[in-house]
């Protein structure tokens, strides 16, 4: 499988002093084209560095094998020293794990209450006394399934999934109510604490993703590493692109039953259009646009149609929370202060173990905002799947977030030595 690898300088250590951090590494894709199609939509659209001057004069890119690009820092490691790394990488990347793992069942299941509102939704499998991970879901108001456990390691790790509020089994089904960004933040310390993890690795992908930078930003000391997809960090760049028109530029069929929902009077802002009809007190008003809203994500979630994602915009109950929730977020700017709120605040994370997981071709979170990150946070480690879209579960990004979850794992190991 193709991939291009990312990164700069060292990979942050956790929050323990003698961690080991990643091997140096750094790379380029051939082409930005991608990201430059963005372009017509976002004019103000820049780069960190000009793509012309990549790399960067300093930088040796030399080609690992055929499928991995990466370029070594050379202002202050030998020759010797860079062909030792080059053989330790390539060891590492053709030894490490890349298939999902089997099913298995939760050991403990529960729910906590997090508000007079609010319950949650918890489960915990694997190795009861293991590294804990906790799992992110996206949307908001995608919720769990089954199928999230299968990334990780169940023998070393402890997996802990929980439905966000108003999502999946968590109660009450698809409020809004007491449901911002920073409610989530404060459950996931109260689901820490209940269950007595004094700190955990971090998975999260899409809204996970933002809500995995939240939190760690919030309680960096409680996190020992990071891993992250399809970069959102819910700026209005990324909504417009999405639901505003950019999008339908790739998916013009799919995106005409999105629009056609709404009338021409009101399709100056889709996202408040929708906006009345999720909050609508017409309940078959309601279920149309959830279903609409939902159905425009999950066509587009993946780079080849996957028939079974976009049959959940027919569950009637899926799409209520997914939509609702969603929209909510989006109206309220994800209750960020500022726009690069999460941007602004990556020194705060930058130790931290980190690996970024994107697909090249992700038309939900595009890779404008992976590679906004990974130039703000060049210690993080970004992997770039270049024949991937959006969901984790393409084979791609499948093969990657599982090899990242037994990058993390070895140097957890590493140091318990």
């Not at 790394?85 to 490490?96: F, N, P, Q, R, V």
């Not at 996190?223 to 999405?242: A, H, P, Q, S, Y």
């Not at 007190?281 to 279920?287: A, E, H, L, S, T």
Request: proline fraction near 6%.
């Amino acid at each position: 499988m193709s991939r291009v690898v990312l990164g700069g300088g060292r990979i942050g250590g956790s929050s323990h002093p003698n961690q080991t951090p990643f091997p140096l590494s750094h790379s380029h894709s051939s082409t930005l084209s991608p990201i430059q199609l963005l372009k017509p939509f976002f004019p103000t659209l820049s780069f960190h560095r000009p793509v012309s001057s990549f790399p960067p004069k300093n930088l040796t890119i030399s080609e690992r094998n055929s499928s991995v690009l990466r370029a070594q820092n050379i202002d202050y490691k030998s020759e010797k020293q860079r062909s030792l790394e080059s053989m330790d990488s390539k060891k590492d990347s053709t030894e490490l794990n890349r298939e999902l793992y089997l099913d298995i069942e939760p050991y403990s299941t529960g729910f906590l209450k997090v508000s007079d509102l609010h319950t949650i939704y918890w489960e915990q499998s694997g190795n009861p006394n293991g590294h804990p991970v906790v799992f992110l879901h996206g949307g908001p108001g995608g919720g769990t399934s089954p199928n999230n456990r299968k990334f990780f390691d169940p023998a070393f790790y402890r997996i802990i999934l929980f439905d966000q509020r108003g999502a999946g089994k968590s109660t009450p089904h698809a409020c809004l109510v007491e449901n911002t960004t920073w409610d989530l933040v404060n459950d996931i310390e109260k689901l820490r604490e209940h269950l007595q993890i004094p700190e955990w690795q971090v998975f999260g992908g899409s809204w996970g993703s933002t809500l995995a930078l939240a939190y760690s930003q919030s309680h960096p000391e409680k996190v020992t590493g990071l891993v992250l997809r399809g970069i959102f960090l819910l700026r209005k760049k990324e909504i417009d692109w999405f639901y505003e028109g950019g999008a339908a530029a790739i998916f013009p069929d799919a995106w005409e039953s999105f629009r056609d929902l709404i009338p021409d009077n009101e399709r100056g802002c889709f996202i408040e259009a929708y906006h009345k009809r999720l909050n609508s007190d017409d309940k078959d008003i309601q279920n149309a646009a959830a279903k609409a809203w939902t159905k425009w994500e999950m066509m587009t979630a993946h780079l080849h149609p996957n028939e079974e994602n976009i049959k959940k915009g027919d569950d009637d109950m899926f799409s209520l929370a997914f939509a609702r929730i969603e929209n909510h977020y989006f109206v309220n700017k994800g209750f960020f202060p500022t726009d690069s709120f999460l941007l602004d605040n990556v020194e705060k994370i930058k130790h931290i173990n980190t690996v970024i997981v994107q697909g090249r071709y992700d038309v939900c979170c595009p890779m404008m905002s992976a590679w906004d990150l990974h130039r703000a946070w060049p210690e993080a480690e970004l992997i770039v799947v270049p024949d991937a879209g959006h969901s984790a579960n393409e084979p791609g990004i499948a093969a990657e977030l599982v090899a990242a979850n037994e990058k993390l794992k070895s140097i957890i190991k590493g140091n318990a030595c």
